[in-house]
């Protein structure tokens, strides 16, 4: 069971906008703790999509954004292509688990 | 240029105890602010940070399994061991070191390809 929750599957036509969200609560997210966001093709390794809520690494495209409000946070994907069909997960650190916590995970399928 | 290479059996059987070296290269285990953490991933199932170890070597567990983990580190070898004690079926996973950088928070920036070990007699 994890700590943060995120819905199993979304899905979206190319060319769509789609949001994931994830759920926490006052001892992650809503304490105030940064929301880190990774992206995981089958397979591999997860890759860091998006770090302290908002911020983009370098090379990742301006279509991913994240916000966070309260005691969730939301990853945004615009002009949905093929190659952004993963597993996305969100991260943040858990003050009554003394530890780092990741979501369930959310499956993004572009139809 | 950073990486991260995980190296340990694939197969242990039940009550065994099991021994993953992470090996990593393009920064220093001595580095401020910088660490390894273990994460594992059972098959189709979600990512669960394991532990971490810090160039202080500081160290923190999962609060679940901190019975039965240990990190340590050879800064001269580069590489970060994880010892998982009394290993059982359901410890069978993908397990991916990974560095974590400071950016205001810790985070994980770079990942190992990751070693599926299968727990099973």
């Known amino acids: 069971q994890s700590v943060l929750t995120q819905p199993p599957s979304v899905s979206g036509a190319p060319g769509q906008r789609v949001t994931l969200s994830c759920t926490g609560s006052s001892s992650n997210i809503g304490a105030g703790y940064d929301v880190h966001w990774y992206q995981q093709v089958p397979g591999t390794a997860p890759k860091l999509l998006i770090y302290g809520n908002t911020n983009r690494p370098s090379g990742v495209p301006d279509r991913f954004s994240g916000s966070k409000s309260g005691t969730s946070a939301s990853l945004a994907i615009t002009g949905l292509q093929a190659e952004d069909e993963a597993d996305y997960y969100c991260h943040s650190y858990d003050h009554s688990l003394e530890g780092y916590v990741f979501g369930s995970g959310t499956k993004l399928s572009v139809l | 240029q950073v990486t991260l290479k995980e190296s340990g059996p694939v197969l242990v059987k039940p009550t065994e105890t099991l021994t993953l070296t992470c090996t990593v290269s393009?920064?220093?285990?001595?580095?401020?602010?910088?660490?390894v953490s273990w994460i594992r991933q059972p098959p189709g199932k979600a990512l669960e940070w394991l532990g971490h170890i810090f160039s202080d070597d500081d160290k923190s567990y999962n609060t679940s399994l901190k019975s039965r983990l240990t990190i340590s580190k050879d800064t001269s070898k580069s590489q970060v061991v994880l010892t998982m004690t009394n290993m059982d079926p359901v410890d069978t996973a993908t397990y991916f070191c990974?560095?974590?950088?400071?950016?205001?928070?810790?985070?994980?920036?770079?990942w190992g390809q990751g070693t599926l070990v299968t727990v099973s007699s």
């Open positions: 990974s560095r974590m950088s400071y950016r205001g928070t810790y985070l994980f920036d770079y």
């Open positions: 393009g920064f220093s285990l001595s580095e401020p602010r910088v660490g």
